[in-house]
């Protein structure tokens, strides 16, 4: 018996779109405002859609730049120019043989394959009829526990946005620091006294402590409030594992680990409890899926983390947390929703539209896998058309 023939990729497009935000989010480093990132259409001969997403930002990097940002002028120039070709004509289905081309065609730009990869998946699962968990090895989870993003703004305002977000189901906060000492112990005091006990509060400084002890320092004082973890206090496997060394709280590395050999010598140095694992940040899924399995056999638990993006990119994440066995922790993604179905909710929701046809499910603090082919929901064609923007 043969196999039934898959329509081979026969189209690959790059848009650009900026979705308006619902108030600014920033950490530290940043310097672009989020959601304005780059999207992936790829398509097979009888006309099946795939759709990725690249959340490039420039200034978002690696430890002292061993990984190194990208725009959305730079991933779309390398998925153009030298990623597209090698796809077409290609069986959606060979995601293996897509990475060995794509490497062999360049080094490096993992956020540039991880779009085009994602599109690949979603269109090899339309194909098949099968959610895109299914090609990454099956269903660990379909609820995604959500945990909500606090960015660097006002002590009044985090501390209002944290207390409605836990009325609307969040359990799990994550607070933006490294900025200042005082302001970063002064504000995790101020919202855990607003949401009580109920709720888990973590950190996450990126990178922005300048030296260990100034991170020791400031996480012991947050202590007392009961961090569930602190995320990528310093730059540096070596020196977050000087940090994980000089305080009580459970460590995750997020801008220090984008790939297996990282979960290695974070764990040869001792510098993480936890894992952040990335659609983006490995270059796609499937080795998503690697820095998972690698945490996992070295005893580490993770979450999934990612750069607050769009519904199409944000489905992805989905997939991945629910695929990846070791992704116990509450997922720092968004509750992508469109506009006429946010209700005044706040809870995940970091835009003020989505490109989605229809809003993710949020019941009871977490995301239900959505159901159905490829990625489950449909990307809304009028939204694409409403903000789609010019190239960079």
Request: glycine share 10%.
């Amino acid at each position: 018996m043969t196999a039934p023939q898959r329509a081979p990729i026969r189209g690959v497009e790059t848009l650009s779109v900026a979705l308006p935000t619902r108030r600014q989010h920033r950490w530290t480093g940043l310097t672009e405002p989020i959601g304005v990132y780059l999207l992936v259409r790829v398509t097979d001969e009888d006309g099946t859609e795939g759709w990725g997403e690249a959340p490039a930002l420039k200034d978002w990097s690696g430890d002292f730049g061993r990984y190194f940002g990208e725009s959305r002028a730079t991933t779309r120039l390398i998925i153009e120019r030298y990623l597209a070709p090698l796809a077409i004509g290609r069986d959606p289905v060979d995601i293996t043989g897509l990475h060995a081309a794509m490497d062999a065609q360049i080094g490096g730009y993992p956020y540039a394959k991880a779009a085009l990869e994602m599109a690949v998946h979603d269109l090899a699962a339309r194909q098949l009829g099968l959610p895109v968990a299914m090609l990454l090895g099956g269903i660990a989870r379909r609820h995604i526990p959500v945990t909500h993003s606090i960015g660097l703004i006002g002590i009044d305002e985090a501390v209002a946005e944290c207390a409605r977000v836990a009325a609307e189901g969040i359990r799990t906060i994550k607070i933006k620091v490294g900025i200042d000492a005082a302001r970063d112990v002064e504000i995790v005091g101020a919202v855990r006294d607003a949401v009580g006990s109920g709720v888990a509060l973590c950190v996450d400084a990126n990178c922005g402590y300048a030296t260990p002890g100034d991170a020791i320092r400031t996480i012991r004082r947050m202590e007392r409030h009961d961090l569930l973890y602190a995320e990528q206090p310093v730059a540096g496997l070596a020196r977050v594992a000087e940090v994980r060394r000089g305080i009580g709280v459970p460590v995750m590395i997020d801008e220090s680990c984008w790939g297996p050999a990282d979960v290695i010598e974070a764990v040869r140095l001792g510098a993480a409890d936890i894992v952040s694992i990335y659609t983006t940040k490995p270059g796609g899924l499937a080795r998503g899926m690697a820095v998972a399995a690698t945490a996992a056999a070295a005893g580490l638990v993770c979450n999934l983390n990612g750069s607050v993006e769009t519904g199409v990119g944000n489905l992805a994440n989905i997939h991945l947390a629910a695929a990846a066995p070791a992704a116990t922790l509450s997922c720092v993604v968004p509750v992508s929703t469109p506009a006429e179905a946010q209700e005044g909710r706040i809870a995940g929701i970091y835009y003020r539209d989505d490109l989605l046809a229809q809003p993710m499910r949020f019941e009871d603090g977490a995301i239900t896998l959505p159901e159905g082919p490829g990625y489950g929901i449909a990307v809304d064609p009028a939204k694409i058309d409403a903000y789609r923007i010019a190239d960079a």
